[in-house]
């Protein structure tokens, strides 16, 4: 397909838009949940730190990666289309696509729709003094989702203006936690990062530690690919999308570096592991409890502007595929009035509202974790493979660093993926969402035979 055959979506997108998907759709709910995670697995203040560094660099890797290829191909559906052109295997593309529809992207939306009903549930107690029950949670996380899905079926401009309104929101009041801990810095106190790599019984370095504390860190830092998946919705994508994607990610690595120093700042270490809400924590510590109710507030926005974005771009790649004939046909419709993929949008609510339903966030993002990351080391080896393949192509951006770039991400993400498998708190979900991956064989099968195909994709 080329750049000029997408003419049934609507071209909504300008470089603005683009960057707020990159920085909204990254600072979700990661930053105010995972932290508190992250140093319980790692146990000290340095090595919490560590984790957020080398999650941010992996993030920058690859979206340095996404950029180049971004450039080079900027058709809908991200890492499918790069995937199904680099890889020539139509199988590759399909199991990915899969498994982003059944597992991954329902996951995602749903984990972070559960950390905005946590927040909600802490404005509601400060407010009436009435606290939610865990289903009621549940609910309150499935009504976010069923809520932005509808913004999202009736057009792209509607979603891209609510991506960018509630990331200045969230901008605003993660800038608002570091300016304040800043200015009241007498309430804070460097002892809190001493000792800096914990204490004597639990200083060593423990591979399966710093594994399981990468999966939320890493969970955090998701993002750095969705602009991509909109490029055939996005006003000039060949200078647009990388513009967004590394902006956006540096940008984000940031914030979260400044937004953790002033976590472990404010907070004694002990407390900051044992905290649910530590930036509501942080804010009391800072303001008192009107300082609470207003990070709550943030964090509400933010994460309500987390799923909003994950809804825009998820459908994309469903589309995609099922525009390849690997899907069903339904999926591909577009909306005669409203211009978006209605159907898969449809679908990706529904099923983000089932995940919702499941459990806790750290349970939910388990269970995508490994599958999503497999298909992230495939996806960021496409740039070496179409630079082997198609070495003439216009490329108006190349990764900086080449091959130095890929090969770091994929290292690491390999590792990580090794630690999964050691972690008897994750191997057992992990063995579920391979299970809910391996049912798309058949599928698999079935649609490639009727869609009258070789495996070579065209």
């Given at each position: 397909m080329s750049d000029t055959e997408e003419t049934s979506l609507v071209k909504?997108?300008?470089?603005?838009?683009a960057t707020t998907i990159i920085v909204g759709g990254t600072i979700g709910s990661g930053i105010f949940r995972a932290p508190n995670e992250i140093a319980q697995a790692v146990g000290s203040p340095g090595m919490s730190m560590v984790v957020w560094i080398v999650c941010g660099i992996i993030a920058i890797c690859g979206g340095l990666c996404i950029a180049e290829m971004g450039s080079m191909m900027p058709r809908t559906g991200g890492a499918y289309v790069y995937l199904r052109e680099a890889y020539r295997r139509r199988w590759v593309s399909f199991i990915y696509g899969w498994s982003a529809f059944w597992l991954v992207w329902p996951v995602s939306i749903a984990a972070v729709a559960n950390v905005f009903a946590t927040?909600?549930?802490?404005?509601v107690q400060y407010t009436t003094g009435i606290s939610l029950g865990t289903w009621e949670e549940r609910f309150v996380a499935v009504a976010c989702v069923a809520l932005l899905t509808v913004i999202n079926y009736v057009g792209v401009r509607f979603g891209g203006q609510v991506t960018n309104l509630f990331t200045y929101l969230?901008?605003?009041?993660?800038?608002?936690?570091?300016?304040?801990?800043?200015?009241?810095?007498?309430?804070g106190s460097m002892s809190?990062?001493?000792?800096?790599?914990g204490s004597d019984a639990d200083s060593g370095f423990s591979f399966g530690a710093f594994g399981a504390a990468m999966v939320t860190g890493l969970f955090a830092y998701e993002g750095w690919t969705f602009s991509s998946y909109v490029a055939g919705e996005t006003k000039n994508?060949?200078?647009?999308?990388?513009?967004?994607?590394?902006?956006?990610?540096?940008f984000v690595m940031g914030i979260y570096l400044l937004a953790n120093f002033i976590y472990i700042y404010v907070l004694p270490f002990d407390q900051f592991q044992a905290s649910n809400a530590v930036a509501s924590e942080v804010m009391q510590t800072l303001i008192g409890d009107t300082g609470g109710l207003i990070i709550s507030i943030g964090v509400m926005c933010s994460t309500f502007g987390g799923v909003n974005v994950q809804i825009l771009v998820a459908p994309?790649?469903?589309?995609?595929?099922?525009?390849?004939?690997?899907?069903?046909?339904s999926v591909a419709k577009v909306h005669p009035k409203f211009r978006t993929p209605s159907n898969s949008i449809l679908w990706q609510g529904t099923l983000a509202c089932c995940f919702a339903l499941s459990g806790q966030y750290d349970e939910i993002i388990s269970y995508g974790a490994f599958a999503s990351y497999a298909f992230s080391i495939l996806t960021?080896?496409?740039?070496?493979?179409?630079?082997?393949t198609q070495p003439d192509a216009e490329r108006p951006y190349k990764v900086w660093a080449y091959p130095l770039t890929p090969l770091i991400f994929v290292a690491v993400i390999g590792g990580y993926m090794v630690s999964l498998l050691m972690s008897e708190q994750f191997l057992f979900n992990t063995l579920i969402g391979l299970t809910i991956v391996a049912t798309g064989i058949p599928f698999y099968f079935y649609w490639n035979k009727n869609n009258g195909t070789t495996e070579e994709a065209e």
């Open positions: 909504g997108l300008g470089p603005l838009e927040y909600l549930n802490e404005v969230k901008v605003a009041a993660l800038g608002g936690l570091i300016l304040l801990g800043i200015v009241l810095a007498e309430k809190h990062f001493s000792p800096l790599w994508p060949r200078r647009n999308l990388p513009l967004s994607i590394i902006s956006g990610v540096l994309r790649i469903f589309y995609a595929l099922a525009k390849d004939g690997l899907f069903f046909e960021i080896l496409a740039v070496v493979v179409l630079r082997y």
